[in-house]
């Protein structure tokens, strides 16, 4: 490949900016190393940006501070039970073994803040090895001006995560706006928020810079670039890997700027573009049947780091669980041609007084357990009984006090969702049945079954209510179950999900190094790959809150290890 006439010689080219993409080119700069990092969309932080933020990382430095003693051996029960054969062994371990090492690597070098849950179990709490808390992590609080005028460069956060057209809010920020007016410690708070927000729209940010969740996570590493003048070029898709004779891969055909630029990666490449989820062909290929546009990751992830580097020679991964990680996701059509998307992960389908009907008008899951496990159950009775889409169903009590997706609790205005046929209204059951094609007498004998058993606080047909995961989503205030209540008087209220996901499980095979692997199984010199554009650690499998950011950020930081100090 001597022919090659290269524009630019870097030690290692990063392609993309989510969470792997960005703990490489950090940790590869920390070692020494000259890095490029470049990202397809106008727009720094991937799906990470736009994530919920959670971090797994068993046996990570806080967990017996947060009240939660881990052991090795309880973690590898836990994953065994839950993830089995559907990954490889060595993989788990690595996973296990790095995760710990890259946290404390990249948390005293100030590039990471992550603060370790107290209350927050595992998806499967009753499956043996799991834990309640500590596990699972947040980004804390970043302030969005460390970052300057460069602040507009980090990809903005679903809007559904954010009031007033820009301020971003959690659970506990929602639960004090809610409750302004009744408390004094709620409205001292809320004023807080709305103040701060204020004066950074008055300071000409184009939304707040108290940033919350994944955006705080993709804030803390793209900080981490600037202040280190970590070199990243935006808008610069990757076209193809150049290689030589023996399959190295040498660097990589970018385009930037209307033209082709070679750039030579002396270490290696490593592709961290964000999967498949947007690519229809794979999809199709991929995904259960039926399967749409309702992903929840950002329109770029198109594949191309997995098309390229299977261009390259690397071998696509085999003995998933599962191609994707799920999540119900309910559709508003906005007239532009791009509809809406809205991910329901866990703020209203565990709370008490909501119920979900297949097209027969039965329920057919537990409300209340995991996004991922909730799709799963729709494709499971889609194969008897049209399930997609399925409909969350609950009374205006509920709605009022809780939301129900893009409908905003606390009496907001709502009319024009339903003007827009996204939220479906009606005065009785019956008339609600027949907006949404289902049996009238089905529907009414669901909603009288289900009110009767819940106003004991049981549900023996699908055990609403009956983990710690399913009560931690729930209304505490509210007993004796704390998922469940009855479903009172009209008007009533539906809103039609859909099976979309949140990023995709399968990808490129590679070993515990995260170098990709072609199809003997052997490591493809100078090509590494992180996120989802590697085979899921987790094996399509989703066992606990931030399994998708966790060995993101930790392959990402192995794949930096192994570029510094592997014999190249």
Same mark, same amino acid.
């Given at each position: 490949?001597?022919?090659?006439?290269?524009?630019?010689?870097?030690?290692?080219?990063?392609?993309?900016?989510?969470?792997?993409?960005?703990?490489?080119?950090?940790?590869?700069?920390?070692?020494?190393?000259?890095?490029?990092?470049?990202?397809?969309?106008?727009?720094?932080?991937?799906?990470?940006?736009?994530?919920?933020?959670?971090?797994?990382?068993?046996?990570?430095?806080?967990?017996?501070?947060?009240?939660?003693?881990?052991?090795?051996?309880?973690?590898?029960?836990?994953?065994?039970?839950?993830?089995?054969?559907?990954?490889?062994?060595?993989?788990?371990?690595?996973?296990?073994?790095?995760?710990?090492?890259?946290?404390?690597?990249?948390?005293?070098?100030?590039?990471?803040?992550?603060?370790?849950?107290?209350?927050?179990?595992?998806?499967?709490?009753?499956?043996?090895?799991?834990?309640?808390?500590?596990?699972?992590?947040?980004?804390?609080?970043?302030?969005?001006?460390?970052?300057?005028?460069?602040?507009?460069?980090?990809?903005?956060?679903?809007?559904?995560?954010?009031?007033?057209?820009?301020?971003?809010?959690?659970?506990?920020?929602?639960?004090?706006?809610?409750?302004?007016?009744?408390?004094?410690?709620?409205?001292?708070?809320?004023?807080?928020?709305?103040?701060?927000?204020?004066?950074?729209?008055?300071?000409?940010?184009?939304?707040?810079?108290?940033?919350?969740?994944?955006?705080?996570?993709?804030?803390?590493?793209?900080?981490?670039?600037?202040?280190?003048?970590?070199?990243?070029?935006?808008?610069?898709?990757?076209?193809?890997?150049?290689?030589?004779?023996?399959?190295?891969?040498?660097?990589?055909?970018?385009?930037?700027?209307?033209?082709?630029?070679?750039?030579?990666?002396?270490?290696?490449?490593?592709?961290?573009?964000?999967?498949?989820?947007?690519?229809?062909?794979?999809?199709?290929?991929?995904?259960?049947?039926?399967?749409?546009?309702?992903?929840?990751?950002?329109?770029?992830?198109?594949?191309?780091?997995?098309?390229? =580097?299977?261009? /390259?020679?690397? &071998?696509?991964?085999? @003995?998933?669980?599962?191609? !994707?990680?799920? *999540?119900? $996701?309910?559709?508003?059509?906005?007239?532009?041609?791009?509809?809406?998307?809205?991910?329901?992960?866990?703020?209203?389908?565990?709370?008490?007084?909501?119920?979900?009907?297949?097209?027969?008008?039965?329920?057919?899951?537990?409300?209340?357990?995991?996004?991922?496990?909730?799709?799963?159950?729709?494709?499971?009775?889609?194969?008897?009984?049209?399930?997609?889409?399925?409909?969350?169903?609950?009374?205006?009590?509920?709605?009022?006090?809780?939301?129900?997706?893009?409908?905003?609790?606390?009496?907001?205005?709502?009319?024009?969702?339903?003007?827009?046929?996204?939220?479906?209204?009606? =005065?009785?059951? /019956?008339?609600? &049945?027949?907006?949404? @094609?289902?049996?009238?007498? !089905?529907?009414? *004998?669901? $909603?009288?079954?289900?009110?009767?058993?819940?106003?004991?606080?049981?549900?023996?047909?699908?055990?609403?209510?009956?983990?710690?995961?399913?009560?931690?989503?729930?209304?505490?205030?509210?007993?004796?179950?704390?998922?469940?209540?009855?479903?009172?008087?009209?008007?009533?209220?539906?809103?039609?999900?859909?099976?979309?996901?949140?990023?995709?499980?399968?990808?490129?095979?590679?070993?515990?190094?995260?170098?990709?692997?072609?199809?003997?199984?052997?490591?493809?010199?100078?090509?590494?790959?992180?996120?989802?554009?590697?085979?899921?650690?987790?094996?399509?499998?989703?066992?606990?809150?931030?399994?998708?950011?966790?060995?993101?950020?930790?392959?990402?930081?192995?794949?930096?290890?192994?570029?510094?100090?592997?014999?190249?």
């Amino acid at each position: 490949m001597d022919q090659i006439a290269w524009d630019k010689e870097v030690d290692a080219l990063v392609v993309g900016s989510g969470a792997g993409g960005m703990a490489a080119a950090l940790t590869a700069h920390e070692e020494g190393l000259d890095v490029l990092l470049v990202e397809k969309t106008d727009r720094i932080g991937g799906s990470t940006a736009i994530s919920g933020g959670a971090v797994w990382i068993p046996l990570n430095a806080q967990t017996e501070a947060a009240g939660h003693a881990d052991s090795m051996d309880s973690v590898w029960t836990y994953l065994d039970q839950t993830v089995g054969a559907a990954a490889p062994e060595h993989m788990k371990r690595a996973y296990l073994e790095a995760g710990p090492r890259m946290m404390d690597y990249l948390v005293s070098r100030g590039l990471l803040q992550l603060a370790a849950r107290t209350a927050s179990p595992d998806y499967y709490p009753d499956r043996p090895g799991a834990a309640m808390g500590g596990r699972s992590l947040d980004p804390v609080e970043f302030d969005g001006r460390k970052l300057g005028s460069r602040m507009r460069l980090l990809r903005d956060p679903l809007k559904e995560f954010t009031v007033l057209g820009g301020m971003m809010v959690n659970i506990t920020d929602v639960r004090h706006l809610l409750g302004a007016t009744r408390s004094f410690a709620a409205w001292r708070h809320s004023m807080k928020l709305v103040l701060r927000y204020a004066s950074d729209r008055a300071r000409g940010y184009h939304r707040g810079t108290r940033l919350l969740l994944g955006n705080a996570l993709a804030a803390q590493l793209f900080h981490g670039l600037l202040t280190r003048n970590i070199d990243f070029w935006l808008q610069t898709p990757a076209l193809s890997l150049h290689r030589d004779a023996a399959g190295r891969v040498l660097g990589a055909a970018l385009s930037r700027d209307g033209k082709t630029v070679n750039v030579r990666a002396r270490r290696g490449v490593v592709m961290a573009t964000g999967g498949f989820p947007w690519d229809p062909e794979r999809r199709a290929r991929t995904y259960p049947q039926p399967t749409g546009g309702w992903s929840m990751s950002p329109r770029g992830n198109t594949g191309d780091g997995i098309r390229l =580097s299977e261009r /390259a020679g690397a &071998a696509f991964g085999s @003995g998933h669980a599962s191609p !994707a990680f799920w *999540a119900p $996701v309910s559709v508003l059509d906005t007239g532009t041609g791009t509809p809406l998307n809205y991910p329901h992960l866990v703020w209203d389908r565990a709370k008490p007084g909501l119920i979900a009907v297949n097209g027969a008008g039965n329920r057919f899951v537990n409300e209340s357990t995991s996004y991922h496990e909730f799709v799963q159950a729709m494709y499971r009775s889609n194969e008897t009984v049209p399930s997609i889409p399925a409909f969350l169903v609950c009374d205006q009590r509920f709605i009022d006090t809780w939301g129900l997706g893009l409908a905003l609790p606390g009496g907001r205005p709502r009319q024009h969702l339903i003007d827009q046929g996204y939220l479906l209204q009606a =005065s009785t059951l /019956a008339a609600l &049945a027949g907006r949404l @094609g289902v049996p009238a007498d !089905a529907l009414q *004998a669901t $909603v009288q079954r289900y009110n009767r058993h819940a106003a004991q606080g049981t549900d023996p047909d699908f055990g609403k209510g009956s983990t710690a995961y399913n009560r931690y989503l729930g209304d505490p205030q509210h007993q004796p179950n704390p998922c469940l209540a009855p479903l009172g008087d009209g008007p009533y209220y539906a809103v039609k999900v859909y099976p979309g996901d949140i990023g995709t499980a399968c990808g490129i095979a590679a070993n515990a190094h995260a170098q990709a692997l072609d199809a003997a199984g052997a490591p493809i010199s100078g090509l590494y790959v992180a996120g989802n554009d590697m085979q899921s650690v987790m094996g399509g499998a989703y066992p606990a809150p931030g399994i998708t950011l966790g060995p993101a950020l930790t392959f990402g930081w192995v794949a930096g290890q192994h570029l510094a100090h592997a014999q190249h």
